[in-house]
Antibody, heavy 121, light 107 residues
Framework: QVQLVQSGAEVKKPGASVKVSCKAS????????ISWVRQAPGRGLEWMGW????????NSAQKFQDRVTMTADTSKSTAYMDLRSLRSDDSAFYYC??????????????WGQGTLVTVSS | DIQVTQSPSSLSASVGDNITITCRAS??????LHWYRQKPGRAPELLIF???SLQSGVSSRFSGSGYGTEFTLTISGLQPADFAIYYC?????????FGPGTKVDIE
């Protein structure tokens, strides 16, 4: 069965970086993309960007473009999201989700369990 | 960026009720519209993709319709597990924005 397992909770100081991993299983990793979505406590879902596991192509929301790096290691079936220059308002749950590229309309059909990132001095 | 709105922002209903949630996009997104449910403390889960296609394993009590800029999610015969927050998402053009969510709680 399809599973996305994310790395554990992180506590970071303002200005630091965090790298969240998302290990995929149960499907051919390179046939799909991975999107990253975050959710601050009590707030809605915010799309950060996505990466094609096939060719590494990325697209990120403008507000994150200068701070986020998304990568995919096909040998490990694992995607990574690196967010730099952390601020207190980056405290949130970060989710990875599988993007069904072949469907043509790209829904996120399977989700990781979420990784809580807390930014605090 | 394409703006996505939802209405209502919240609603109260009883088990067995039928409810409808509306999602509107700021421009034509054709059929690039998906619906997710998020239960408390859990990750979102895909219910419906491409406006009206039911995700595998999802109850037929869920249905979707619409085209262009206005879309609806209908839940027939609400069950206890359906009391959650529902989000729509457009994937016509990046950034793939989500609506602000509709909270469905027990009346």
């Amino acid at each position: 069965q399809v599973q996305l397992v994310q790395s554990g909770a992180e506590v970071k100081k303002p200005g630091a970086s965090v790298k969240v991993s998302c290990k995929a299983s149960g499907y051919i990793f390179r046939d799909y993309g991975i999107s990253w979505v975050r959710q601050a406590p009590g707030r809605g879902l915010e799309w950060m960007g996505w990466i094609s596991a096939k060719n590494g192509h990325t697209n990120s929301a403008q507000k994150f473009q200068d701070r986020v790096t998304m990568t995919a290691d096909t040998s490990k079936s694992t995607a990574y999201m690196d967010l730099r220059s952390l601020r207190s308002d980056d405290s949130a749950f970060y989710y990875c989700a599988r993007v069904a590229i072949a469907s043509g309309d790209w829904p996120s059909d399977y989700w990781g369990q979420g990784t809580l990132v807390t930014v605090s001095s | 960026d394409i703006q996505v709105t939802q209405s209502p922002s919240s609603l109260s209903a009883s088990v067995g009720d039928n409810i409808t949630i509306t999602c509107r996009a700021s421009q034509n997104i054709i059929n690039y519209l998906h619906w997710y449910r998020q239960k408390p403390g859990r990750a979102p889960e895909l219910l419906i993709f491409s406006v009206s296609s039911l995700q595998s394993g999802v109850s037929s009590r869920f249905s979707g319709s619409g085209y262009g800029t206005e879309f609806t999610l209908t839940i027939s015969g609400l069950q206890p597990a359906d009391f959650a927050i529902y989000y729509c998402q457009q994937t016509y053009s990046p950034p793939f924005t989500f609506g602000p969510g509709t909270k469905v709680d027990i009346e």
